[in-house]
C-alpha cells in the first residue's frame, strides 16, 4: 500500500514502535492509516498558497471533514471552501471507496449547481494547486508495488512502481516515511524522461489528540518551478460527526456546526 | 601629402606590404571572436517601448517562443483521423517531450491535451484527450467527437477539416529552433502513415533558418562573387599577376573590417552578415579605375613608377570624393533608430573608407614590383587612342551621340523621372520573415501549407490591463480607519505592515490581510472581532473588485475584441478567457450548446476558473490571464506574417476601438512576434527616408565643395537621382515589397551611383583645363575614363550574379540592385551627363577653363 503524505489526518500504531519493519507492503499500509486515518474522524482548516514560477500568488481556503467508516477503507470526505470570497460556498463531497472508484460531488452556489465529478483519474490538480486531487483523497496503496530500498535511521526509504503506468503521469516515485511516526516526510516523482520532476514534502509535524499529524507540507514542480505550501489548522479528531454530515444534502446546506471554527480557549 | 603618399607607396611598397599583412593578421584574427545573433528582435533597440512590452508579456504570460509542427494526410478522406496518423502524432510528441530545450509542460498536442466533458451519468469528467494512441476506428472517431467540441483546439491543433494536426513546441530559446527543428524533422522521418507527411514551419524556425543558411551564404556567395569578379577583370586585363592585387585589397578590407567589428564586440547580425557583400565591389572599384587607366597610359620603355604616380595623382581627387561619398550613404544609417543597421552602416562606412587607403597605398606598391615582363604584357595593347576594341568603338560612337542630342536625351530623362516617382508611389511596404526565403524553401512550402490548413501559425497577442491605482489608496484609508479605532490598536502591527507594504500584485496583496485578519478572528472577542470582521469585509469586496477580468461585462467586451479582430479579415481564430469560461460552463450544465455561454455573475465565472483548474493542465489559463484577473491576452492566430496583414489587423481594431472605447481603467497594447516584425518595419522605413534625404543633402554639399560650383553639384546629383528614382520605381512598377534588404540598400545605391559622376565630371573638368577646347574634352572624356567607368560597371554588375543562386532572397535582392545600380548609373553617368553638359556648356565652361 502506499501513503501520499499530507494529510488530512494520519495516526500510527503504537504497536509497531521500536521495530524494524522489512516489508514494503507493510511499511505503506502503516504509512497510509497515519496519513489518512487518524482518529475516527477529523476536522481541520486549510490554508494553500499557490505560488506559480513567476512568485505570483494565490490563496484557497477550506475546511475538511472527514469520517471514517472503517481504518484503512473506505471513507468519507466534505471540503468546503470559505476564500477567496468568489468561491465560497463551494462544496465537494467525496465518498471514498478501497478498490473502486470514489463517488464525488460538487456543489457550485455561484451556478447554483450540483454536479457528480467523474471517477476518471485521480491525478488533477486540486482547484489549480500543485496537490492533485489524489494527494488530498489518498492514493491507494494496492495501485502500485512497493520495495523497501533503505533503511536509513529516521526513514524507510520505498520505491513505488505504478501497475497501471498508463493511469499516471509517473514512472515510479519515492517515500522517505519517518520510522516513528510513518508519516511521509518526502515523496519525489519520476516522470518518462526519467527526470526528478516533482516533489512532496512535510514541513511540519505536530502532535494533536495523539496523533501525529503533518500540519504543514510542500509541493513543489521541479520542471517550471512554482509551488503550494498547505497549512492545517483548528485541527480535532474524534468529534463524533454523524453520518447525515457527508450527504448530498450537505452540499446545498452546509453542516455549520461542523465547519465552524472551534472557539480559542 | 598626395604626393607624399603615392611616392611612399612607390618607393617603400615593403612597408605597405608589412602594413597589409599586419592588418589581415591583427584585425582578421579578431574574427575567431564571432558571435552571431539571428533575431529580427534586435532589430530593436532593448529599450524600445513595444519591445520591452513584449518581453513583458511573454514573461506575464509564460508565452514562449513556439515551433510548429504539421502533420497532413491528403489520401484518407478522414484525414488524420486514422489509427496510423494519430500514432505517428503521439509517437512524435512522446518523443519531442524528452528533447532538451523543449517546455515540457506547455506544448500542445492532442497527445497532451486536456478534454473537459460529460460522462454517461452526467458527471463532468477532466481527461487526456488521447493519452494513448488510438488502436481501434472507434477511438480515433471519439478524438474527432471531442475536438470538435472544444474550440480551442480546433483549427489550432486539428484544422477543421481534419486533414492536418499540429503540435506546438515552446523552446526555452529561440536560438534553439533551428537545431530542434532539424532534430524533430529527423524523429517525424521515419513516422507517419500512407499520404503522411510532416511540415516544420513558425516564425523562430524561420528566423533561426534564416540564421543559418545566411552564414552558409556569407561562405558561398561572398566567394562567389570574388571568383566571378576575378574572372571579369581576367577578361579585361589578360593579366593573373595584375589583377590579384584588387582581390587583395578586397580581402584585407573586409578581413580588417569584420575583425574590428568582432573585436570592438559587435554581433553579427543578419545585416551586418552582408558586410562583406557590399564591402567587395567598392573596395574594388577604385582599383578598377586606377587598373584601367594604367594599362591604357603605360607602353613598354615608359618608366611605370612615373605612370602609376601620374594615373593615382590624377584619380587620387575623384577616388577620394567616391569613397566620401559612398561613406556618406552608409553613415547616413545611423540615422536610422535601428541598432543593428546603425552598426552595420557605420562600419560598412569605415569599410570603405579603409579600402580608399588601401587602395591608394598598395595597387602602385604592387605595380612597381611587378616584373618587367609582366608590365611589357600589358603595355603590348596599343596606346590610349588608338585603342580599338568593340567598346572603345562602341563608348565613342555613344559619347558622340550624347553630347550632339542633348535636347532628346533631357527630354527621356523627364519621362524616365517622370515614371520613377510614379512607380514610387505605388511602392507596397511590406516584410515577413518567412519570405526571404526562396518560394521553393522547405519553410515557405510548410508554412504555405500549414496556414492553408490552420487558422495561421502566426501569432500576436492582444493584451488588456486592467488598473485602479485609486482603489489601493481608498482601501487603505478605509483600513486604517479600522486600524485606529481602539478595539484594535493592541496586536494590529503585523496587520499594519500588511495594508502598508507595496501591492505591485493584488492578489497576493489583498490575500495577505484576509489570511491575517482571519488568523487574528481566531482569538478576538466581542468589539475586536467585530472590527476585523469588519475589515476582512472590506479588504474581500476590494479584492473582489480589483479581480477585474472574471467580469461578466468584462469577458463580453474581450468577446467584442475577439469579433471585431475576426471581422478585420485577416485573423484566422482568436483563443481568449471568455472561450475557456465557455466551454466549463456548458461542461458544468449538460454539455449541450445553449450553456456555451459566459455566466450572469461573477461567482458564477470564478466557479468555471476554479474548475478549469481542477483539470490536468491548470497551467493554461495563466497563458491568457494573469492570477490576479488584471491582465489578459487575447491570442490572435493569423495565417500571413507579412506586416501588411498584421498592420490591417491593427488598423481594424483601431477603428473598432474608436466606437467601442475601452472601459475606464482598461488599457490595451499589442505584442507578439508577428507585431514587433511591424514595429521595427515602420522604425525602419521611415528611418530609412531619413537616412537617404541626410545622405541626398550630405553628398550634394560635398559635390559642390568639390567641384566648387553648385551647378556642378547638381549636375552630379543627375545620375544618382535618375538610378534611385529608377531602382526604386521599377520596384513599384513590378509589385515587389519594400523589405528591410531593400530599404538597407538605398544607402548602397545612393553611395555607388554617385561614383561614376565624380570621375566623369571631374576628369571632364581636367581635360578641359588642359585642352582648352569642349569638342576635345568630349572626345577625350569618351577614351580612357569612360572606359574606366564601364569595365567598372561591368565588373560589378556581374561580378554579383552568383548572388542570383542563393536560396535566400535578400541575397538575390542585392545581387540584383548591384547590377542595376552599375548598369542604371554607368548609363546615366555616359549619356546624362554628356547630354547636360553639351545643353549648359556655355555656363558651366565659361569660366572654369583654364582657372584652375
Known sequence: ?265 | MKQQTIQLAIRRPRIIYALMILLTVLLGGQIARISIDTDPENMLSAHQPERVFHNLVEERFGLHDAIVVGLVNKTDPAGIYNVASLSALHQLSGKILTLEGVVESDVMSLAVADNITQAQNGALRFEWMMKEAPVTAGQVQRVAQMVARLPLLTNTLVSADGKAAAIYVPITSKDLSYPLSIEINTLAESLGADGDAWYITGLPVAEDTFGVEMFIQMGISAPLAGLMIFLLLWFFFRSVRLIIAPMVVAMVTIFATMGVMIGLGFTVHIMSSMIPIFLMPIAIVDSVHIMSEFTDDYAPGKDPKAVISGVVEQLFTPMLFTSLTSATGFASLLLTPIPPVQVFGAVVACGILLAFVLTILFIPAYVVRMPVASLEKLGKQPVTDEIDTPLAKFLRRGGSFAFANGKLIAVLTLLVFAAGVAGVMQIQINDNPVRWFKQDHRIRLADRVLNEHFAGTYDAFFVLEYENSAAISKFRQQAEALLTREELTAGSAGLQALINAAAVDPGGYYGRIIAAADDALFAARDDTALALEALLEITESYQLAAKYFQRPDSLAMIEGLQQALMDSGRVGKTNALPDVVKVVNRELHTGDEEHYRVPHTVPAVAETLLQFQSSHRPQDLWHMVTPDLQSTAIWVQLTSGDNQDMSRVMDSLDKYLIENPLPAGVTARWAGKTFINVVWQRTMVAGMLKSLLGAFIVVLLMMALLFRSVLFGLLAMLPLSATILTVYGLIGWTGKYYDMPVAVLSSLTLGLSVDFAIHFIQRMRSLYEQTGSFAETARLIFEAPSRAITRNAIVIALGFTPLLLAPLLPYVTVGVFMASIMVISGVATLVLLPAMLSLSRAVLFRSSGKVR
Open chain 1, 1 to 265: 500500500m502506499k501513503p501520499l503524505l499530507i494529510a488530512l489526518g494520519f495516526a500510527v500504531s503504537g504497536l509497531v514502535y521500536g521495530q524494524v519493519l522489512t516489508d514494503g507492503d507493510e511499511i505503506v499500509a502503516q504509512a497510509n492509516l497515519a496519513a489518512y486515518y487518524a482518529g475516527k474522524d477529523s476536522r481541520s482548516e486549510a490554508r494553500m498558497i499557490i505560488i506559480d514560477a513567476r512568485g505570483r500568488e494565490q490563496r484557497r481556503q477550506f475546511t475538511v471533514l472527514r469520517r471514517n467508516l472503517e481504518a484503512g477503507g473506505d471513507q468519507q470526505f466534505l471540503v468546503s471552501f470559505s476564500r477567496p470570497s468568489d468561491v465560497r460556498g463551494t462544496v465537494y463531497l467525496v465518498n471514498k471507496h478501497v478498490g473502486r472508484d470514489d463517488d464525488r460531488w460538487l456543489y457550485l452556489p455561484g451556478l447554483d449547481l450540483v454536479k457528480r465529478i467523474s471517477a476518471g483519474d485521480e491525478r488533477t490538480s486540486f482547484v489549480g494547486a500543485h496537490y492533485f486531487y489524489e494527494d488530498v483523497s489518498g492514493r491507494g496503496p494496492a495501485e502500485d508495488t512497493h520495495e523497501l530500498i533503505a533503511t536509513t535511521d529516521q526513514h524507510y526509504v520505498l520505491k513505488h512502481v505504478p501497475k497501471n503506468p498508463a493511469q499516471v503521469e509517473f514512472v515510479s516515485y519515492v517515500t522517505w516515511i519517518d520510522r516513528q511516526t510513518f508519516l511521509a516526510n518526502r515523496i519525489e516523482y519520476t516522470n518518462t524522461s526519467g527526470k526528478l520532476y516533482r516533489r512532496v514534502e512535510a514541513l511540519e509535524t505536530r502532535e494533536i489528540d495523539g496523533y501525529p499529524t503533518v500540519v504543514s507540507s510542500r509541493t513543489s514542480d521541479l520542471t517550471n518551478g512554482g509551488y503550494t505550501d498547505m497549512r492545517f489548522r483548528y485541527i480535532a479528531y474524534d468529534l463524533g460527526m454523524p453520518a447525515a454530515v457527508f450527504t448530498q444534502r450537505s452540499l446545498r446546506n452546509p453542516p455549520r456546526q461542523w465547519l465552524k471554527r472551534p472557539d480559542a480557549e
